[in-house]
């Protein structure tokens, strides 16, 4: 089955931290992204990847950081969480970028205290 | 940098009765895609259409329907005969051919159908 996966779904941390969210796909696609959610504004883009060692920031970079090492994986890490990233995020992947749909993941809900 | 509006933060309808979901957008590029999701309570992010620029056929699947309209630079999603299970909050994006590695997308319109 087609999917994206991400871990934990759920996680309640303190500031300051270090945490990693993590996240899979197995449709081989290129382009892997990471949004926010929060209410009134939408999902907003924090990095995005475009293949293997290759990424760049989106809207809402500050705070995060990413890696892609492999092509299925994108971890999304915060080094120092702060109580303004609570939200809930969500992994995304595309076989084109923007240009087709993204397949998203069921998203991980982030409390930062 | 393209923009995306979705004026209508909440809407309310009774079953059976159609709903109109707007979705404004801005761009400067002469080819972009546009898309609507829908996130039901359960809270995944589920593709429901996708259009290019230089498609400006109204779609319809089933009870869905969409209105793209370029002179208004508008992409509306109706619902007809709306049913509960439709409740959910549904968002418009955009994306843009010469950067399409930036998906921007509406603040969302939470629909409720009530029984």
């Known amino acids: 089955e087609a999917q994206v996966t991400q871990n934990p779904r759920y996680l309640i941390t303190v500031t300051g931290k270090k945490l990693t969210v993590t996240c899979s796909q197995n449709?081989?696609?290129?382009?892997m992204s990471w949004y926010r959610q929060d209410p009134g504004l939408g999902l907003r883009q924090i990095y995005y990847s475009m293949n293997v060692e290759v990424t760049d920031k989106g809207d809402v970079p500050e705070g995060y950081k990413v890696s892609r090492k492999e092509k299925r994986n994108f971890p999304l890490i915060l080094e120092s969480p702060s109580p303004n990233q609570t939200s809930l995020y969500f992994c995304?992947?595309?076989?084109?970028?923007?240009?087709?749909?993204?397949?998203f993941g069921p998203g991980t809900r982030l409390t930062v205290t | 940098a393209q923009k995306v509006t979705q004026a209508q933060t909440e809407i309310s309808v009774v079953e059976k009765e159609d709903v109109t979901l707007d979705c404004v957008y801005e761009t400067r590029d002469t080819t972009y895609y546009l898309f609507w999701y829908k996130q039901p309570p359960s809270g995944e992010l589920v593709f429901l259409i996708r259009?290019?620029?230089?498609?400006?056929q109204n779609e319809i699947s089933g009870r869905y329907s969409w209105n793209f309209q370029k002179s208004t630079s508008s992409f509306n999603f109706t619902i007809t005969a709306s049913q509960v299970v439709d409740s959910a909050v549904y968002f418009c994006a955009l994306s843009e051919s010469y950067n399409n590695n930036d998906m921007r997308f509406g603040a969302g319109t939470r629909l409720t159908v009530k029984p």
């Open positions: 449709m081989n696609h290129e382009y």
């Open positions: 259009r290019n620029s230089f498609d400006e």
């Open positions: 995304a992947s595309s076989s084109a970028g923007g240009i087709h749909e993204q397949y």
